[in-house]
Antibody, heavy 119, light 110 residues
Framework: QVQLVQSGSELKKPGASVKVSCKAS????????MNWVRQAPGQGLEWMGR????????TYAQGFTGRFVFSLDTSVSTAYLQISSLKAEDTAMYYCARDNTYGYGVDYWGQGTLVTVSS | QSALTQPASVSGSPGQSITISCTGTSSDVGGYNYVSWYQQHPGKAPKLMIY???NRPSGVPDRFSGSKSGNTASLTISGLQAEDEADYYCSSYTSSSTRVFGTGTKVTVL
């Protein structure tokens, strides 16, 4: 069965960096793009962007350029989200989510990784 | 890219039907038949309920249906049940080859 398992919660100080992992299993990793979605506390979903897991090229949404980097390690079927120069407003749950098999949308989600930025 | 507009809340009694709207522009909702809907219960990851405007993934009850007219997509829940109480988000493909979510709607079962 398809599973996306994300790394655990992180507590970071402002200005630090964090790298969130998303390990996929149960399917061929390079067949489906991986999306990243942010949800600030009590807020809605924001699409951050996606990465083509076959050729590795990322697409970033407006507002998620510069400090946000998507990467892959296809040898271990894992996608990564790295955020640098963390700010308090980066405090959020971050989800990875796989492109839908049959059409538009995302069909499998990771459990989420809570990143807290606080001094 | 601005978020798609959804009503903040919708409510209904068990057994009733409710409809959630999702309004965008001709550069997103109106331009493509690429709208999806997600259900999110508190503390849980979202779940895909509808893709490509009106298609249900396997396992999603047929009480959930989707449609689109112009720049507005809609999710209808027929025969509302207590377990349908959750937040719902629409999403659309955009002319910039990106995706955008809606503002979210809290569904309350009275």
């Amino acid at each position: 069965q398809v599973q996306l398992v994300q790394s655990g919660s992180e507590l970071k100080k402002p200005g630090a960096s964090v790298k969130v992992s998303c390990k996929a299993s149960g399917y061929t990793f390079t067949r489906y793009a991986m999306n990243w979605v942010r949800q600030a506390p009590g807020q809605g979903l924001e699409w951050m962007g996606r990465i083509n897991t076959n050729i590795g090229n990322p697409t970033y949404a407006q507002g998620f350029t510069g400090r946000f980097v998507f990467s892959l390690d296809t040898s271990v079927s894992t996608a990564y989200l790295q955020i640098s120069s963390l700010k308090a407003e980066d405090t959020a749950m971050y989800y990875c989510a796989r492109d839908n098999t049959y059409g538009y949308g995302v069909d499998y989600w990771g459990q989420g990784t809570l990143v807290t930025v606080s001094s | 890219q601005s978020a798609l507009t959804q009503p903040a809340s919708v409510s209904g009694s068990p057994g009733q039907s409710i409809t959630i709207s999702c309004t965008g522009t001709s550069s997103d909702v109106g331009g493509y038949n690429y709208v999806s809907w997600y259900q999110q219960h508190p503390g849980k990851a979202p779940k895909l309920m509808i893709y490509d405007v009106s298609n249900r993934p396997s396992g999603v009850p047929d009480r959930f249906s989707g449609s689109k007219s112009g720049n507005t997509a809609s999710l209808t829940i027929s025969g509302l049940q207590a377990e349908d109480e959750a937040d719902y988000y629409c999403s659309s493909y955009t002319s910039s080859s990106t995706r955008v979510f809606g503002t979210g709607t809290k569904v309350t079962v009275l």
